[in-house]
């Protein structure tokens, strides 16, 4: 990456900005741990206040992701980047979890209740809720702007940019081959979880190996010139030591943002869905993705406009496979230490049926993906099938969503299917090159 010989000093107005929004929840988080004078705000105010430091968090551990990625190879931190990406997901389901490990430390059991209200039912829920929308929303949004982008700049669709939108969807490098097998690793062995009546150790275990062995063929892959904008290039085109300091810095901040402000946000979704009569696991499953995702989707869509579609779509692919492996993987062993047992996260029955329906949706999401490409049409049967769940979770009893999610889930596992079917000579190479192909044989071919 070519940087400026002067880089101004000051940071760019959204890097501000970002830190500035985030400032009032930190506040209030921090002088709530330490017992400092503080006003106790309304739940939807806490909400809004809390919400927005952890968007604000968000897009600053997304502009330091960015800019490391000058410090180590593509792969590695186009992980780093999508990990760091969904800190806010770890931290409101880990308060969730740590509650309901608490509670079953206290009465020896965590039985969920009928409104799927307390700690023991919401401990996934944003979870399931948070891997829907990215691939329910941000998989297609990525396809749209990349369509729009390359029709505007009268790209054809014989162009050979493998990292680019072009009219007919999304084409990628064979780089990307390893996020795809790693999360159809991970999505394969998501299936048998709806069977259990608990996550145990051995899930911990499972989903963990597979990431650290994601991570390491990562790390195999050769280093490239990121291609930098706004905040994430202000702090890449500092001088090495400077730009180290600077975003291992931004990082702690945001940490510490997301840490003082997870909770109090955990706690006002729940309060506000008492006082304004929602469903709080509703609220929990979507309200508080749509806050945490959305600066993700933001990056990613600004890549899709500069005909980075590739790149756009890689990042949330490697978020997907960190949420599907090291997120769900982490949760039992944080309630395993928050009850101080070895008994396994419990699961009722409409946990059970989020985590069959997030799974079908990642197994036809992945068979999308078999040939490296995601067409307008399966971004279209992505969005439709997300919106038919969505409308229907918010709508319709919980009764009546279970049984729409089942169908839902079967409606996935058929499509998946067909399309394994229909590109199944296409899948050994897939494989071989997610797992075995040399990464700079592979850093060389065109998408």
């Known amino acids: ?4 010989n002067s880089p101004g000093r000051r940071p760019p107005l959204a890097l501000t900005a970002a830190v500035v929004v985030a400032l009032p929840g930190l506040y209030l988080g921090a002088a709530s741990l330490l017992g400092l004078p503080h006003p106790e705000l309304p739940a939807p105010a806490a909400v809004a206040v809390y919400g927005l430091a952890i968007v604000g968090a968000a897009f600053v551990l997304s502009w330091a992701g960015e800019a490391a990625q000058v410090d180590m190879s593509a792969g590695l931190a186009l992980a780093i980047l999508a990990l760091l990406a969904v ?5 409101v389901d880990f308060v969730f979890t740590m509650r309901a490990g608490e509670i079953f430390a206290a009465e020896g059991h965590c039985a969920p209740d009928p409104g799927g209200s307390n700690p023991c039912s919401l401990a996934l829920a944003n979870m399931t809720g948070a891997n829907r929308v990215l691939v329910g929303i941000g998989w297609p949004l990525v396809v749209l702007v990349a369509i729009l982008a390359a029709r505007k700049r009268g790209r054809r669709d014989d162009d050979g940019g493998g990292h680019e939108g072009d009219r007919a969807g999304v084409r990628l ?3 990307l081959s390893a996020e795809v097998v790693f999360l159809g690793v991970a999505t394969l062995y998501s299936l048998s979880l709806p069977l259990r009546s608990t996550l145990t150790l051995i899930d911990t275990l499972v989903l963990v190996a597979v990431f650290v062995a994601y991570a390491i063929r990562l790390a195999r ?7 930098l904008h706004g905040s994430a290039k202000w702090v890449a085109e500092r001088p090495a030591v400077s730009r180290r300091w600077i975003y291992g810095a931004l990082f702690v901040i945001a940490a510490l943002i997301i840490l003082a402000t997870a909770e109090h946000f955990a706690d006002g979704l729940v309060q506000t869905g008492s006082e304004l009569g929602v469903d709080r696991f509703v609220l929990v499953q979507w309200v508080a993705p749509l806050a945490s995702e959305a600066p993700e989707l933001i990056v990613a869509c600004l890549y899709a406009k500069r005909l980075k579609a590739g790149d756009s779509l890689g990042t949330l692919l490697s978020s997907k496979v960190n949420q599907w492996t090291l ?3 982490t949760l039992p062993l944080v309630f395993a230490i928050a009850s101080g047992s070895l008994h396994g996260l419990p699961l009722d029955d409409q946990q059970r049926v989020e985590l069959l329906l997030t799974g079908t949706q990642s197994f036809f999401a992945v068979s999308l993906l078999v040939t ?4 307008w049409r399966g971004a279209l049967a992505l969005v439709v099938l997300f919106a038919i769940q969505f ?6 009893p919980t009764e009546t969503v279970h049984t729409v999610s089942l169908v839902l889930s079967g409606v996935y596992a058929l499509l998946g299917v067909a ?3 229909r590109h199944r000579r296409a899948l050994p190479r897939l494989v071989r090159d997610g797992l075995r192909t040399d990464p700079h044989r592979l850093a060389e071919q065109p998408a």
């Open 372 to 375: 490296l490409g995601l067409t």
């Open 1 to 4: 990456m070519a940087r400026s």
């Open 327 to 329: 997120l769900v993987g």
């Open 391 to 396: 409308a229907t979770s918010i709508s319709l």
């Open 173 to 175: 490098p064979r780089t």
């Open 221 to 227: 892959f050769p280093a490239e010139e990121p291609d």
């Open 87 to 91: 800190l806010p997901e770890y931290a």
């Open 419 to 421: 399309q394994l079917v």
